[in-house]
């Protein structure tokens, strides 16, 4: 499904980006994928991936 019509993003790419370059937010994310650069309609819906996605990954272990 399309997040951002403007510059043709699908969720897929956006669940992607989040997954292999562990991006926390929508700065983040804008650094990767043009989302949001436009009429910014899509960023509601941007944040409510990356916060599925945060959720699925499994838990940091602070090691040092």
């Known amino acids: 499904m399309y997040i951002c ?3 043709a993003i699908n969720d897929k790419t956006i669940r992607n980006v989040v997954r292999q370059q562990h ?3 929508i700065r983040e994310l804008k650094s990767f994928v043009p ?3 436009d009429c ?3 960023v509601r819906q941007a944040r ?3 916060n599925e996605e945060i959720s699925l990954l499994p838990p940091m272990i602070n090691v040092a």
């Open 40 to 42: 910014g309609k899509c």
């Open 48 to 50: 409510e991936i990356i």
């Open 23 to 25: 991006v926390r937010s």
């Open 5 to 7: 019509l403007c510059n």
């Open 35 to 37: 989302v949001g650069s």
